[in-house]
């Protein structure tokens, strides 16, 4: 550990809370140097919907390795980029009825959202944009001035300018809608025209706030109203972690540019991805470029992932049969100690636990790591507890995991309530 504490800077925060060297991985499961095994609910933040080494994944990396497959290309053409544009259109797209163009951006999720903004503003001819209260899209400048939470927005050391902030659904009982609404139809409410506006339909960072499919109905109408590009930033929500491949198919709204990164390579390699309608693709050769725009063993296993686990129902049902389980035990929880939770938060394999505070939710999770289980919060104050792990975790597994999670309420209700229900 003296090797951490030495070289690394103190930028780093999950080794904070799981103070352990992690030797190896396979599926939901860590193991530390010494042997010790974890079961994974943080799940990479939602990088390995596919758990970790997974075996058939693994086997098309090797494989393509092995026969010297290109690994880097910048944005050349590749046999298998091809095969992962294929699968893509042929599997999500095409049986969604969506039409979108794919831009291949660096490799994480906030190059996406910062694509994304730069090429709404620039077909738009307009300088802003609006995001929603407890939205979080990256730490990069762009993306960084469309999140919220004020922890991440301090570390910019400047001015984060060009972004309006609207109330998200159910914020402080704010109908952000209908003010979104009135200021634009006011010349003197003091807001610009934006390009575009930016959302995630659950938002994860910000504690697992759901947008519901009328809300999200009616925010599509009033951009398609007034001339405004809608940006669903799915980094975290997408590829699967809602219960469906993209998060806003429950709402039928076809968003103007969409955002994938995380889970999208399959298998937690760095890969992203924006998704733009045809008529949007104004971009000029190089004009948004980066070096590891064409991570090709990425390509591999994004593309592997497509085809066994989107071809057929069977994972979205899988999907499903894991999100009642989780939520029982949420339920459960909150009827038993309602002196430490308020609700029941998310969709799908993205879902948490309100706590009365963030100090009840350190402890549990605290508690289920002593116990073998890692496990992060969410929120503003970090008090929702956050149920991630990957989607191919098997019923087994997963009910060991609640089990921690339940003996870990237990023993917190007993310290700072003296009791268990």
């Avoid at 053409?77 to 979108?100: D, G, Q, V």
């Avoid at 010349?187 to 995630?200: H, I, T």
């Avoid at 937690?268 to 949007?280: D, I, S, T």
């Avoid at 308020?342 to 508690?367: F, H, N, P, V, Y």
Wanted: hydrophobic content about 40%.
């Amino acid at each position: 550990m003296d090797i951490f504490k030495k070289q690394e800077s103190n930028v780093r925060s999950y080794s904070n809370s799981f103070p352990v060297v992690f030797r190896k991985a396979k599926g939901c499961w860590l193991e530390t140097d010494q042997g010790e095994q974890y079961l994974d609910f943080l799940a990479g933040a939602g990088s390995l919907n596919y758990g970790h080494n997974n075996p058939v994944l693994k086997q098309a990396l090797l494989e393509y390795i092995e026969m010297d497959g290109i690994a880097h290309g910048l944005d050349m053409h590749s046999e298998a980029k091809a095969a992962f544009l294929e699968a893509l259109n042929r599997i999500i797209l095409e049986p969604r009825k969506l039409n979108y163009k794919v831009q291949f951006t660096g490799p994480t999720g906030t190059n996406a959202v910062e694509a994304a903004l730069k090429l709404a503003k620039k077909v738009k001819g307009r300088s802003s944009v609006v995001a929603f209260t407890n939205g979080f899209h990256g730490c990069t400048a762009g993306a960084l001035a469309a999140t919220g939470n004020q922890h991440h927005r301090q570390g910019s050391g400047a001015s984060l300018d060009n972004v309006t902030r609207i109330p998200f659904e159910g914020y402080a009982g704010v109908d952000g809608l209908k003010l979104f609404e009135t200021m634009l139809d006011d010349n003197s409410a003091g807001m610009d025209k934006p390009a575009a506006v930016l959302l995630e339909t659950v938002q994860g960072e910000g504690g697992l706030n759901v947008a519901s499919d009328q809300w999200l109905q009616k925010l599509s109408k009033i951009c398609k109203l007034h001339d405004i590009l809608l940006i669903v930033d799915d980094i975290q929500a997408g590829c699967g972690r809602t219960g469906t491949f993209f998060s806003f198919e429950p709402s039928g709204i076809q968003p103007d540019i969409v955002t994938l990164s995380k889970s999208i390579s399959g298998y937690g390699l760095p890969m992203a991805v924006v998704l733009l309608k045809p008529g949007l693709d104004q971009w000029k050769p190089g004009e948004h470029n980066g070096t590891f725009r064409g991570n090709n063993h990425a390509f591999v296993t994004a593309a592997m992932a497509l085809e066994i686990y989107w071809s057929t129902d069977d994972f979205t049902t899988h999907i499903q049969q894991c999100s009642q389980q989780v939520n029982e035990t949420i339920n459960r929880c909150i009827k038993r100690f309602p002196e430490m939770f308020l609700r029941g938060k998310g969709r799908g394999m993205m879902s948490g636990i309100e706590c009365k505070g963030g100090d009840i939710a350190a402890e549990i999770t605290k508690a289920c790591f002593d116990n073998g289980m890692v496990i992060e919060t969410a929120g503003p104050d970090d008090e929702v507890v956050k149920f991630f792990c990957p989607l191919t975790i098997t019923e087994e597994e997963l009910t060991q995991g609640l089990n921690i999670f339940e003996a870990a309420v237990e023993s917190v209700a007993v310290k700072f309530f003296k009791q268990v229900s």
